[in-house]
């Protein structure tokens, strides 16, 4: 980061001095105001509930202009890497900084293959689980419990453990993914195939069983490589931040990972692809286009708690632009599977369309997210709704990898302590029990 030619100076009220705080530039974006030195300067914190105005680190992976609906991985246009590129370039650009020429990305596809397997043991942790245990509270769990298989690559200070965490989370993800999939449904777990693609191998993995061949669709095939990479990093996002908190920490890499799955479950986060198909599902029991105005009523009623999910963001204050990418995969993936007249699909495009033109979304700059069409076509494909956040989490888990691994490289980098401004009661006497 480079020091501005100016500096912010705070000025009090009472009369107390002023003081004068450095900003620095990052290459696009906002400045920054470095307050590290305020409260020795000032003796005050500044105070910022859910970080709306606060950088908690420099990075050089992920960027959104909120106000435009960009987003760049490393300097990339999304529009541009998911048309011309498959997950697992998206992830060599995400780990190391550049998109990878073929013999790089034949040689980091090699790598991330010979990690598919999982340790046989896990099998007997799974089956620890009831049956209907929801899939994310599986994965936080599994992914957890990744340390005490590869207890051999944890040490966060070592570069070396670091890569190899790194790729094993990466390949056995998916691995996992399936594996407590088919647990819920009673059926064998199936051996990832190394010379399919990643997002082939998934497939196989979920859908095939050991009395059939199984044939991976391509219009799938790429519509879930697509999925992948419109999920693989958003930049400071709370399950980022919450990995990037845990592995302050010097906590072992699959430890800080399993954070983030547990605050993607959120609905307010990753949840909110499950959450919107639910929602669109209850609409369409409800009697579907026709109740889409009495549902937009409850929306708008701000006694009524219910929020039109997949619509809103922090940061987007324009189109998600992974949100127009998912529309046109939601589309190729109907029309390959002769569902083009899919009533939910009709359903989010009414929705949508009321959304955009109303006052309430106008005003607020409410617009669809990613999860808005992700749920209709993971559900077209066959991944039953519960599932869904765990493939964001599958797809995320490369973001997540490279932040905490950027993290650890960066000089500047503490433990993470945030303060408080307590309101609770001052210092009291504890009474006698009788006397209370
Ligand atoms: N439906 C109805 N109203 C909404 C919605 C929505 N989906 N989202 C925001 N609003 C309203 C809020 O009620 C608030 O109105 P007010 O100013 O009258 O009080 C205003 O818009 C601003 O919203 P905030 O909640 O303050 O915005 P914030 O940045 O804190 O929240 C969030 C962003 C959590 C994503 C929110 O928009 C939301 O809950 N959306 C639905 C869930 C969802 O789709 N989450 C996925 C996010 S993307 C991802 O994780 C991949």
Redesign the pocket.
Known sequence: MKLADNKATLSFSNGAPSVDMPVYQGSVGPDVIDIRKLYAQTGMFTYDP?FLSTASCQSAITYIDGDKGELLYRGYPIEQLAVNCDFMETCHLLLYGNLPNAAGKAEFTKRVSNHTMVNEQMQFFLRGFRRDAHPMAIMTGLVGALSAFYHDSIDINNPEHREVSAIRLIAKMPTLVAMAYKYSAGQPYMYPKNNLSYAGNFMHMMFATPCEEYKVNPVIERALDRIFIL?AD?EQ??STSTVRLCGSSGTNPFAAIAAGVACLWG????G??E??LNMLEDIQRMGGVSKVGEFMNQ??D?NSN?????????VYKNY?PRAKLMQETCKEVLVALGLENDPLFKLAMALEKIALEDD??VQ?K?YP????YSGIVQRAIGIPVSLFTAI?ALARTVGWIAQLNEMIGDPEYKIGRPRQLFTGSEKRDVLPIAQR
């Open positions: 859910g999920h958003h996002n709370a609905p307010a986060h990753g909110a692809n959450a919107c929306v708008k701000k219910v929020k039109l999910m997949g619509f809103g963001h922090r998600d309430y979304f607020r409410l997210n990613v999860d808005f964001f």
